[in-house]
């Protein structure tokens, strides 16, 4: 199996402009989860969903952050605008079977945005 | 709420010297608890977990044992290698359906030098 897949893996963007992170988890896998990790907070949920449903978003930042999962092969994360605080690695995790979170979460290899 | 406590970074160690590195928690009821390693520029791998009290996870040579009546998770390595330079995180999940969040710890950096 590929893993978790996250596109790009870099992203540079100034101030304002629209920022979409992009995550296809393991086949077969029914729960995704979003993490934004910077040295001043460590590791955040943001997001999780189970079967494409969001079942906590209550670590999404503020308004200017949205996800969403329109099947069980994708999800997006999106920052409108964006600002420089927003600066992190975000990670996409997925994993199996009926406990969602209580399953072994695989990593994928993050993405690196930086907001000039 | 819950929480996890790992000791402080970063861990700096020599080739074939002793690992430990502390793990306390605090949560209702018997989480789950787990080990994840970080090595540069990847996600999170998991090392090791274990489910219940008593049990001991064990991974590539690490080893930690749940500890109920200290509430640890505490990691421990015989004789690191240069490879295990990377950042080791502690984290629960609580047996609570209603707070099913995996809880992270800050993270431990450990560096290992030849």
């Known amino acids: 199996d590929a893993g978790v897949i996250q596109s790009p893996r870099h992203e540079v963007t100034e101030m304002g402009q629209e920022v979409t992170l992009r995550c296809k988890p393991i086949s077969g896998h029914n729960s995704l989860f979003w993490y934004r990790q910077t040295m001043m907070r460590g590791l955040e949920l943001l997001i999780y969903f189970n079967n494409n449903v969001p079942i906590d978003d209550s670590g999404m930042p503020e308004d200017r952050f949205s996800a969403k999962m329109p099947n069980a092969s994708f999800s997006t994360l999106k920052i409108q605008p964006s600002e420089p605080r927003d600066s992190a690695v975000y990670f996409c995790?997925?994993?199996?079977?009926?406990?969602?979170?209580?399953?072994?979460?695989?990593f994928g290899p993050g993405t690196r945005l930086l907001v000039l | 709420g819950n929480s996890v406590t790992q000791m402080e970074g970063p861990v700096t160690l020599s080739e074939e010297a002793f690992l430990t590195i502390n793990c306390t928690y605090t949560?209702?009821?018997?989480?789950?608890l787990f080990w994840y390693v970080q090595y540069p520029g990847e996600g999170l791998q998991l090392l090791l977990k274990?489910?219940?009290?008593?049990d001991k996870g064990s991974n590539k040579g690490f080893e930690a044992t749940y500890r109920k009546e200290t509430t640890s998770f505490h990691l421990e390595k015989g004789s690191v290698q240069v490879s295990d330079s990377a950042v080791y995180f502690c984290a629960l999940i609580a047996s609570s359906r209603r707070n099913e969040k995996l809880t992270f710890g800050t993270g431990t950096r450990l560096t290992i030098i030849p």
């Open positions: 274990a489910t219940k009290a008593d």
């Open positions: 949560a209702t009821g018997y989480p789950s």
């Open positions: 995790a997925s994993s199996s079977g009926i406990s969602g979170m209580k399953e072994t979460q695989y």
